[in-house]
């Protein structure tokens, strides 16, 4: 019979959808390029919520072409990227499309998003920088790119004992488990940060608060899964690292509040 092993269905349900449900990357980095697709404010609710709606029908699509395989199927010893794509093929079917036109469409589709993300994450690492260092030279450009990509690099580069196996596997898939919970916990703290700000000039918060508290709850259970789970390895350490920084920020946050103090600041 088919065991699940990822852990309990709350929090890792939540964690595990990352994008599909309420992504911390596209939290921080929406700001950048949503907003030059509005014309005026009106037209945010559309646009955002639009395309996190259309992003939570690709976490449904992902999903279903898991959950249709037989326990022992091939097709899951197979490449994630095949996986999706023939997944997409049998989505696609049932509206009479050809499952090659549809297979190819998954994979296009998956190659896109992903190589997007990459792009983008590189992009706003080197403004951080050169914001960060008000590095105003042109030729600041090329220096914040490379530290930007130093870090992955090395990640790339070296091998860490895998948390269930010891072998020794890339460093960025030995991290991969802690990938959810550490992407969602920016969804939470980006709320957290929101509601701080709405109650600070007056603006009512409860439309972030609750989202917000639920989002914490979530990554924080799951972060604490994974400290106890993997111990004193690369995963366990990073997800208590990312466990007190997050809990720090909640502190620093009701302290903030608690003060009570209401400014007309504005937009």
């Known amino acids: ?8 269905i ?9 994008c599909g449900a309420c992504s911390g990357f596209h939290s921080i980095v929406a700001s950048g390029t949503t907003s030059k697709q509005l014309d005026k404010e009106s037209h945010a609710r559309p646009i955002g919520y639009g395309g996190m709606l259309v992003e939570g029908l690709v976490a449904v699509i992902a999903l279903i072409t898991i959950a249709m395989l037989p326990p ?65 030279v042109a ?34 898939k030995a991290i991969w ?11 939470g703290l980006a709320l957290l940060t929101v509601s701080v700000w709405l109650k600070k000039t007056g603006r009512k918060a409860i439309f972030t608060i609750l989202p917000m508290c639920f989002m914490l709850a979530v990554t924080l259970w799951a972060l604490g899964i994974l400290a106890l789970k993997y111990g004193f390895s690369a995963v366990g350490l990073i997800a208590g690292a990312l466990l007190v920084v997050a809990l720090f920020l909640i502190i620093d946050a009701v302290k903030t509040l608690s003060r009570g103090e209401v400014t007309n600041d504005s937009l």
């Open 139 to 172: 030729s600041a450009n090329y220096l914040a790119t490379l530290l930007s990509l130093a870090l992955p690099v090395i990640f790339v580069m070296i091998s860490l004992p895998d948390p269930v196996t010891g072998k020794l596997i890339p460093a960025w």
């Open 1 to 8: 019979t088919f065991k699940a092993s990822a852990g309990p």
């Open 177 to 187: 488990p802690v990938f959810g919970a550490s992407n969602q916990l920016l969804g």
């Open 72 to 136: 022992g199927e091939g097709l899951l010893s197979k490449h994630p990227l095949v996986i999706y794509g023939s997944g997409m093929g049998k989505f696609l079917g049932t509206f009479g499309i050809p499952f090659k036109l549809g297979y190819s469409f998954g994979l296009l589709a998956l190659s896109t998003f992903m190589l997007t993300t990459l792009d983008t994450a590189t992009r706003l690492a080197r403004f951080i920088f050169q914001e960060f260092f008000e590095w105003q």
């Open 10 to 18: 709350f929090p890792i349900l939540f964690v595990m959808i990352a």
